[in-house]
């Protein structure tokens, strides 16, 4: 373990620190509230000199992570953050970059997508991109976003996935919220990320070759599958990165952050800082004899669902916490919990009672009430075996 | 096309192409519905068509028009829009009058 630095920092100003020290050959983005920190702090860096990145200030998201897939694909460790309508924007280029396999690291401080017009946080901005083939990480504070973003680079250039990562912390709750953060010292975040290792570059003319190129209607398939195949070997390199940062940090990370579900009949499922508040519910309902635990993924693509539905084992009910609604779904249920109830189906556990609360949309505050409110919900079902409403609202005046 | 077709865990990783120019493989002609002629005695060797082809399909050798390369030629025609050659005598292919390149139905 090495001897780190204790610093009060927010999250974006941890990530940005976190990409100082991991100092990209390029970095392209674009502002946006609540991620502008991170790049702004970044560029300072940049201007006074305490980083080589090529710093490409574009005119548009989309033209962020355009350029990031060009320097990506010259060779070059590539960084870039960003935000809601900003995600929204680049959305065509995320699907080229995971497609392409190239390994470029985003940090996406969840904001609410418009409209109306809000930037505040909730998840819908990375949520809406679930489907384009990035891993999704997620931090439920300052420490967590800069610890992720050191272990996304390492994650994403792993020579058996080559994906691009999206880590994500809450806008202006994480993103602005400043917490006691130890950091780690340049050496050692240098020595953890290691050089950059290619695999191809569109610049090594001694090994010309086409990237980006036309698939028939022969091949678009197979290349398809090939990429499902490739992100679904991610959740191995995840935890066996986080163990090695644990070495090094004492912090260790794997898919989940977990509260008595050793013995847990009932379970609270929450993504990101709203953990925290969900964590000191169920920590006071335990003490006061109840069964019940917390699951926080840390990972939402791949979606970990075998390793999911095991923590979940001698459940009865549960209660899933969206910060995002996927419109049109059943009920209007989020996605945290489509993809819950999906694994739950395909694992043959459907006698557990499982409900979804979407809460917090456009920044709306989540309190401990809230959440004690789920507690109780959770010991209605299962005293009466009625679940009752599929999905529910926390916070929401109805 | 009738080369064996890769499985999905044959294919090359996120599209990326090792092999260089091998684009040439692939053969663009058979997507011609009209294709070009050319009257070799008629012709002044100006190079005006092989400048404009878009496909690099007309082949020169020596500084003079060689053969149009069928295989990649996609029949669009502009090498017989911009020949500024008009022939005295009927073409050695069309027997018509015109262009010292003109196009004829592929069918």
New interface residues.
């Given amino acids: 373990m090495v001897k780190q630095k204790i610093e009060a920092r927010d999250g974006a100003k941890a990530v940005a620190e976190a990409m100082r020290q991991i100092d990209p050959d390029v970095v392209a983005a674009y502002p946006i509230t609540p991620q502008t920190e991170v790049v702004q702090t970044f560029s300072t860096f940049v201007a006074d000199g305490r980083v080589g990145t090529e710093f490409v200030a574009v005119e548009s998201e989309h033209a962020a992570m355009s350029a990031c897939v060009g320097a990506s694909s010259a060779g070059g460790r590539v960084m870039t953050a960003t935000a809601a309508n900003g995600l929204a924007l680049m959305w065509e280029v995320l699907y080229i970059a995971a ?4 390994p470029i690291v985003m940090t996406c401080v969840n904001r609410a997508l418009s409209g109306p017009l809000n930037i505040h946080c909730d998840h819908s901005d990375s949520m809406g991109a679930r489907d384009a083939g990035w891993v999704h990480l997620f931090a439920e504070s300052p420490q967590e976003a800069y610890d992720n973003t050191i272990q996304a680079v390492r994650i994403a250039e792993h020579l058996d996935l ?1 994906l691009p990562v999206m880590s994500m912390q809450d806008g202006f709750i994480t993103g602005h919220g400043v917490e006691r953060i130890e950091l780690l010292p340049d050496d050692a975040v240098q020595s953890f990320v290691g050089p950059f290792q290619a695999t ?1 570059s569109i610049l090594a003319i001694d ?7 036309w ?1 028939f209607y ?2 678009y ?3 398809k ?2 990429q499902s ?2 992100i679904s070997r991610a959740l191995p390199i995840i935890e066996a990165v986080g163990q090695e940062y644990g070495q090094l940090t004492g912090r260790s990370y794997g898919l989940f952050d977990t509260l008595g579900m050793e013995d847990a009949e009932m379970a609270i499922v929450v993504l990101s800082s709203t953990a925290g508040t969900a964590r000191s519910v169920v920590r006071q309902a335990r003490e006061k004899g109840l069964k019940i635990g917390l699951v926080k993924p840390r990972v939402f693509r791949p979606f970990p669902h075998a390793q999911f539905v095991e923590l979940l084992g001698k459940c009865r009910a549960v209660a899933v916490m969206d910060r995002s609604i996927s419109f049109g779904a059943m009920d209007g249920a989020g996605p945290l919990f489509l993809e819950l109830a999906a694994a739950l189906f395909a694992h043959n556990r459907c006698d557990i009672q499982m409900v979804d609360y979407i809460f917090g949309l456009g920044g709306r505050d989540i309190v401990p009430g809230h959440v004690e409110q789920v507690v109780q919900d959770l010991q209605t079902i299962v005293r009466t075996g009625d679940r009752g409403a599929l999905v529910r609202y926390l916070g929401l005046r109805e | ?1 009738s080369e064996q ?5 044959e ?1 090359c ?11 040439a493989a692939y053969h663009t002609g058979t997507w011609r519905s009209t294709r070009p002629v050319h009257d070799p005695e008629q012709c002044t060797h100006c190079m005006i068509c092989w400048v404009y082809c878009p496909d690099m399909a007309i082949l020169v050798e020596d500084g003079r028009w060689k053969e149009f390369d069928y295989d990649h030629c996609k029949g669009c025609g502009i090498c017989a829009d911009v020949c500024p050659v008009n022939i005295k005598k009927a073409h050695s292919v069309t027997g018509q009058m015109g262009k010292v390149i003109q196009m004829v139905s592929e069918y």
């Fill in positions: 497609s392409m396999r190239l080559r191809h090994h010309p070759l086409t990237m980006g190129a698939d022969n091949y398939f197979e290349h599958r090939q195949d490739a | 096309m077709l890769l499985t999905w865990k294919v990783p996120g599209g990326t192409v090792t092999e260089p120019g091998s684009s």
